[in-house]
């Protein structure tokens, strides 16, 4: 009963902290509000369809075509983005028409502003890297600045890394203080990004009495209403006074509905902030609202942003309904037979881990194994492969050469020439025979060993490594072990084919090994070279 008291008074105090933080009435006007979403845009799209009639109806001159699609872009820039995206490359296109080098870059301001707003960066700077805007008037040079000081500002958020994040905010600072001499000190844009300017800095005081002081000057139009409410309610939640922000959420998401601006983030900041503080309701009522506007607005960056979110809100709403129709015993049954149930659970599956990873391991070693029989088998493959072809090659030689010394010494045989037959024999060479042999074998196993004198004298200190003459391949000591790596390990044999004793043989053998680092080990060494 005490554990059931004290959950009850834990979630009593949650409950009214929840209440503290969500301002009712804000939150009621900003519902009502939403209700009037479809009119007020319907209100924007007419003076759309206006523009867009005045453009078809009568004979435009290229400034007059010019400025209608301007206002166009700038109904469209924050409420579609394709259609702003249109507007925008009309723009270049009459700019260019016009041969004016004003409204040509003004034109790629415009550009440069929705590439932005659709979380472009790189598009937006491409863009602005192709402005010269030196003898440019100082309404577009202000733009210019402004433009790209919000384009390093963004990214900065976007990066969130403590090295690029610096770099980006003192280039933004950089850009704010050339626009900020090109701007009226009165006007909206000077107040806001002298405000936006001290908050990168850190100078959240300061900015928040200049953000405020512009919210009173009761001069500001709806969506640059919107921008300070939503600016000045982060330095609120960095502060942990979150009334105020939400407070500031809610005009600042009011004022996006009256303007029909879908490119905002103040709805979405708001649903966040309150389902935080549980009030998972008018959260995700909120987040909904947000999400329609990303849709409708059509940028993949917000449609990326609300998407995120809204799961995780949609999620909170759903276990705080089922936390209110549940009971606290059958929650505490259910865990408790859950827990049992995983407890069964995790003992049957670590026992059939371990039987798994026993078996894992048998299987492993089969395959090491199989892998080197496999291994084995194709090398024995190459070298028959090679050796078959090799002594088919020096047997036909041989014949050949029998051939010509039996015919030979029977024309001399016919006409009794003995003295010529013993010449003949006589200039038959065996030790060059000999030599040929070896050498024709030499050059058959480096063809399948190539690396083997290398790895050969790897087992072997400095001092005692093979040195070959020029022009020889094997000598005596290699030739052996050469053998050896073929598979002929039978002194006897050894013996016969290199036509030395069974003494010599094991002399040569026991000298070398000795000679090795590893003599116990050198045979097995030399079996473990690779052919290629």
Not at 83 to 107: E, G, T, V, W
Request: glycine share 2%; with cysteine; aromatic share 10%.
């Amino acid at each position: 009963m005490k554990l059931l008291i004290l959950h009850l008074l834990l979630l009593t105090i949650v409950c009214l902290n929840c209440a503290a933080q969500s301002p009712v009435r804000e939150i009621e006007k900003l519902k009502l509000v939403l209700k009037e979403k479809s009119q007020l845009d319907a209100q924007k799209q007419r003076r759309i369809d206006f523009l867009k009639a005045s453009l078809v109806q009568r004979e435009l001159s290229l400034k007059d075509e010019y400025l209608i699609n301007l206002k166009l872009y700038n109904e469209y820039k924050s409420f579609q983005y394709d259609k702003a995206f249109y507007y925008a490359h009309q723009l270049q296109r009459i700019s260019s028409q016009l041969k004016d080098p004003a409204k040509i870059a003004y034109a790629k301001l415009k550009l440069g502003f929705i590439l932005l707003s659709s979380g472009m960066f790189k598009e937006t700077f491409d863009s602005l890297s192709t402005l010269k805007i030196k003898h440019l008037p100082d309404s577009v040079k202000r733009e210019y600045y402004l433009l790209n000081a919000r384009t390093y500002y963004d990214l900065a958020d976007f990066d969130q890394d403590d090295y690029y994040t610096r770099i980006y905010t003192s280039k933004a600072s950089l850009y704010v203080d050339s626009a900020l001499k090109l701007c009226a000190i009165k006007s909206f844009e000077y107040s806001y990004y002298s405000g936006l300017k001290l908050i990168k800095a850190g100078h959240l005081g300061q900015a928040i009495l200049k953000l405020k002081s512009l919210i009173n000057s009761k001069r500001l139009s709806y969506h640059q209403y919107a921008i300070t409410a939503s600016t000045l309610s982060d330095i609120y939640i960095r502060h942990h006074q979150n009334y105020i922000a939400v407070k500031l959420l809610i005009n600042a998401s009011i004022a996006d509905i009256k303007s029909s601006t879908k490119e905002a983030a103040a709805m979405l900041n708001l649903a966040q902030l309150l389902n935080q503080y549980n009030n998972t309701e008018d959260a995700y009522l909120f987040i909904k609202a947000a999400m329609d506007d990303a849709v409708n607005y059509g940028a993949r960056q917000r449609k990326v942003q609300v998407s995120a979110i809204l799961p995780v809100i949609a999620s909170a709403r759903i276990l705080h309904e089922q936390e209110q129709k549940r009971m606290l015993f059958f929650y505490c049954a259910l865990l408790t037979v859950l827990s049992m149930t995983i407890i069964g659970f995790t003992i049957i599956i670590y026992k059939q881990l371990k039987r798994i990873k026993a078996a894992d391991k048998l299987v492993l070693e089969a395959n090491a194994r199989l892998r080197n029989t496999i291994e084995k088998l194709n090398e024995t493959e190459k070298i028959k492969e090679e050796y078959i072809g090799y002594y088919l090659h020096i047997i036909s030689d041989y014949l050949n050469k029998l051939e010509k010394i039996k015919s030979s010494i029977t024309q001399r045989l016919t006409t009794k020439k003995f003295d010529e037959i013993k010449i003949l024999v006589g200039n038959i060479n065996l030790k060059k025979e000999r030599e040929e042999l070896f050498s024709n074998f030499d050059k058959a196993f480096l063809k399948l060993f190539p690396n083997f004198v290398t790895e050969f004298n790897t087992l072997f200190p400095a001092e005692h490594q093979v040195r070959l003459h020029p022009h020889q391949l094997l000598n005596t000591d290699l030739r052996i072990f050469a053998l050896i790596r073929l598979g002929v390990n039978d002194p006897d044999k050894l013996a016969r084919i290199l036509e030395y004793s069974l003494n010599t043989i094991y002399n040569y053998r026991t000298r070398i090994k000795n000679k090795s680092n590893n003599p116990d080990g050198f045979e097995t060494a030399i079996l473990n070279i690779k052919a290629i």
